[in-house]
């Protein structure tokens, strides 16, 4: 997480600084000889807790930006210390949708012949609980990443959840996810001391996995009282009867979706066909509940979980030829 770590705003170190990557100089990657004392770090924690060995990067606005050849020269002092290391990536929808750029700089990374890529999106801002995936060009860029790099690497889309369904028809085989925004979406203010530490009730919400999407449990239950059956097929099982089973249903949920895209020996065209007829199917089931349930769910509701998305995979297909 040096990404986090060196972001501005970032002053939630607590549990970040008890793992010492740093030496006495401090946050500092201006010389070959910083790089690899914090590298070296980095690998030996991840060692002790039998981790993957995976190279720290920084989070990059521009293809041709100090700061992007710089993390160029941190991965590759990481590959120097272990050939079969994993590598990262992350940018900001600045980096992503800079095209020619971006594809020339991802064409450099591909020469580390890493056996895996790690990526994140990394957000300037997050609001509620639904993703932001209006920056189509964004979006299409970072698939198109993927594709490149997946035609000789393992792709891991981290920070993710079903946002980052069109990445795995591009070509990735992960999406990271979790139990709480700050797994499931790259937000800077997971990183940051909280000024207001008054007491909160989050707000309940449940999984429709025929949706690839996470309505707010009240909306759940409109959804059953309409129709049981259909209910229980949109959320894809039983009504989770708790938040901590909502957690379960919801990684079981986007695990089927994932596995429903990237099927066994399915080719790039397969991947994208199947989440073309997912986002199909849900647009139809999200009409359904537009005109029955009026004011409970709401077409912007369809335009966050599948228009948007759906446009974005429809952009990157177009621009390989699918």
Known sequence: MTHARCLPG????????????????GLRLDSTAFQLAHVE?????????????????LQLQSP???????ALDIARVARGLDKDSWQSLVGTRAFWSSGPQLDAYVGTLSSLRAPVWMITVANEVVSGQVPDLTDTAAFAGLCRT?????????????????????????????????????????????????????????????????????LRRDTADAII?????????????AMPPSDKAERMHHLQQLRSAVMGVAAENATRQD?????????????????ALIRNLQRIVRDSEKESWVIN?????????????F
């Open 10 to 25: 970032t002053n939630k170190t607590d549990f970040y600084d008890a793992w010492e990557l740093w030496g006495p100089t």
């Open 41 to 57: 770090r980095v690998f030996e924690r991840q060692s002790q807790i039998s981790a993957p060995h995976l190279a720290p990067t």
């Open 64 to 70: 041709q930006s100090p700061d992007s050849y710089l």
């Open 146 to 214: 993927v594709h490149s790099l997946s035609l000789r690497s393992r792709v891991i889309l981290a920070f993710s959840d079903f946002a980052g369904l069109p990445a795995i028809a591009a070509g990735a085989d992960t999406l990271g996810s979790g139990w709480d925004r700050g797994q499931r979406t790259f937000d800077p203010l997971s990183y940051r001391e909280n000024s207001d530490e008054g007491p909160r009730i989050p707000a309940s919400y449940v999984t429709q996995g025929g949706l690839n999407a996470v």
């Open 225 to 237: 009282r309409w129709d049981a059956a259909q209910a229980t097929r949109l959320r894809g099982g």
């Open 271 to 287: 991947r994208i066909d199947a989440l073309r007829r997912r986002y199909s199917a849900a647009a139809q089931d999200f009409d």
């Open 309 to 321: 998305p759906c446009t974005i995979l429809e952009e990157y297909a177009a621009s390989e030829g």
